[in-house]
């Protein structure tokens, strides 16, 4: 399988705990994004890397979100101290070198449950 | 930023066509029009994306009007696994504002046997 995966698909936990989520994005895609998706409503944008260079980030992703991409390939995203507004779908996404136009592909995305 | 409004639901029979429409009236010159959707409990899927030609590929065709705030996406033969919620978006071209495409929350199509 050549697509974008997450781990893990499912994440139960209590609150207050930190919660570490891993995005393998397509092989040679040098973006990756992070969105969160609560039901009813669409993706929402969080942040967005351009090898590891973290470019862009959204006033949603308060000071208790951190994500990283070490070495330019896997991203992870924790949250720290979590809370039960951040039960939520996380969705990966990548995309690669174009002239000037950036299809991204998403994975399954992690979904959270905070208890 | 360029938004976009989709209608909230939409039937179609098995077999139709079935026509999405979407309105972009802001979109700006350097702005794609993106559609993709999502199945239940899954990622979306991207499904065809263009500038200001009409595009086809093998799942569906994109139809963009000549001033370029609307479009409409078109899947000739709906069959029951098209039913999902379709996404219109417009995206900045490469390296700029990726944050600001934004999904809204899509036209739920629901194909009937």
């Known amino acids: 399988d050549t697509g974008v995966s997450q781990n893990p698909r499912h994440k139960i936990t209590k609150r207050g705990q930190n919660v570490t989520f891993r995005c393998d994005p397509i092989s040679e895609h040098n973006r990756l994004y992070w969105y969160r998706q609560t039901l009813g409503q669409g993706p929402e944008f969080l942040t967005y890397?351009?090898?590891?260079?973290?470019?862009?980030k959204s006033r949603l992703l308060s000071d208790r979100f951190s994500a990283e991409r070490p070495k330019g390939s896997f991203s992870t995203l924790e949250i720290q101290r979590t809370e039960q507004g951040d039960s939520a779908m996380y969705l990966c996404?990548?995309?690669?070198?174009?002239?000037?136009?950036?299809?991204?592909?998403f994975g399954p995305g992690t979904r959270l449950t905070v208890l | 930023d360029a938004k976009t409004t989709q209608p909230t639901s939409m039937d179609c029979a098995e077999g139709r066509a079935a026509n999405l429409p979407c309105n972009h009236s802001?979109?700006?010159?350097?702005?794609?029009v993106y559609w993709y959707r999502q199945i239940h409990s899954q990622g979306p899927q991207y499904i065809i994306h263009g500038l200001k030609n009409n595009e086809t590929n093998e799942m569906a065709s994109l139809i963009i009007t000549e001033d370029r705030k609307s479009s409409t996406l078109i899947l000739p033969h709906a069959t029951l696994r098209d039913t999902a919620v379709y996404y219109c978006?417009?995206?900045?071209?490469?390296?700029?504002?990726?944050?600001?495409?934004?999904f809204g929350d899509g036209t739920t199509l629901t194909v009937k046997p």
């Open positions: 890397f351009q090898n590891e260079a973290q470019l862009e």
């Open positions: 802001t979109i700006s010159g350097n702005e794609y």
């Open positions: 996404a990548s995309s690669g070198e174009t002239r000037d136009t950036d299809t991204q592909y």
């Open positions: 978006i417009v995206r900045p071209r490469l390296n700029t504002n990726a944050g600001k495409s934004t």
